[in-house]
DNA sequence: ATAAATACTGTATAAAAATACAGTTACTGG
DNA sequence: CCAGTAACTGTATTTTTATACAGTATTTAT
């Protein structure tokens, strides 16, 4: 998007929390008083400019008519991605199941949901099925819950790194740490788990 | 809050609707229009109606000023309970925490949150630290993780009765079955755990 | 250097919108 | 029975609001 100069800005701004305090948009004349404009074609030509450049838009002969575009586009929540087939990107859209609407303060940072599958990590609270709250990294520090990916596939495991070697411990004692040599094997760190959601009774 | 006639709700949904849909309320025009009035009073007097029954407020001299006052009053998300005090109600305003913005359609039904204390369901997933969405209930299946109380203490178990006998179930061996005879001792089933929220890193 | 864009002033005007006043018809509770 | 409310029609009149046209001083990109 065409970027806005420090004037259009604070008109955009001032727009924006007119609508939220109000819940109207502003005239040109509101728009003008507020910014002591001594003509209100400075409030209508500020307009056409945002407009022009596609942050809001316009509707021709209707009152107030100022609609802003971030409204719309904004998607609310976050995508959740369900099975993540080997190889693939984890955000293409194939493998979203649906968007959840998670409020960004909830879990602050994060970039997806994804759902668990299999009890790997049981004894740290994570269930089959839970979706969990992902913040795309490409650093982890030991110790944290991580979504990795190993040779394509996809998998949630504690981290822990030591020089060369990569580990990723389970928390089920029924499975076994895999261990990744840096320099053989391609790994990737695709986020950190920055929180979980459990949808449904129990 | 005064019972409004259909014709009167049809009209509050619509203006609802077109909040909603266009990012502005409507004008006396284009409500006639939209029921077909031949007069713009009729939409006016409606508005007046609304407005003395307290569902909307009307600001006078602006184009557009109509305001739903249901937007206004609607807290968002669901209140936390933190610890709750002996004998204390759970949703007393004293032990709230604070709110979180949960949307309501991400666990449809759950009327409060409340923070989990102890390890004594760590085997079905739920922490220390953990934030569980409870709906207000006064029954439950037997299997069912539940928020119950017991001589004035709160507690979350799995739920089990068989006549008079009522078993709270841990889900962790280092803790033992409750076991109340409802004849001899009070239980009050507070909700059931409808779903679960983890907050941070893990 | 210079044409374009930004950021305005100043004046006007038509269309949109709110709102007052005077009625009509039907129903509803005391 | 009859006053009050609901649900309108019909007309009129201000205000609000959008928006056009004609300028000026600065800054910015080419």
């Known amino acids: 998007m065409e970027p806005l100069t420090h004037r259009q ?41 945002l407009a022009r450049k596609g942050y809001l838009t316009l509707q021709e002969g209707r009152a107030r008519g100022i609609r802003l575009v971030s409204e719309l586009v904004e998607e609310i929540g976050l995508p959740l991605i369900g099975r993540v087939p080997a190889g693939a990107p984890i955000l293409a859209e194939s493998q979203q199941e649906g968007r959840l609407p998670i409020d960004a303060q909830l879990f602050p940072g994060a970039d ?50 030591e ?19 840096l320099r053989k094997q391609d790994l990737r760190l695709e986020g950190l788990v920055i929180g979980l959601l459990r949808l449904g009774g129990l």
Chains 1, 2 share one sequence.
């Open 9 to 49: 800005q604070q008109i955009l701004v001032w727009i924006q929390a007119q609508i939220a305090k109000q819940g109207l948009p502003p005239t040109r004349a509101e728009l003008q008083e507020a910014f002591r404009f001594r003509s209100p074609n400075a409030a209508e030509s500020h307009l056409r400019t």
């Open 112 to 161: 997806y949901l994804l759902r668990v599958q299999g009890m790997s990590m049981r004894d740290a609270g994570i269930l089959d099925g839970d979706v969990l709250a992902v913040q795309q990294s490409s650093e982890a520090h030991n110790g944290q819950v991580v979504v990795a990916r190993i040779d394509g596939e996809v998998t949630v495991k504690r981290w822990r790194k």
């Open 163 to 181: 020089g060369h070697q990569v580990f990723l411990m389970p928390e089920n004692p029924d499975f076994s740490p895999i261990e990744v040599d």
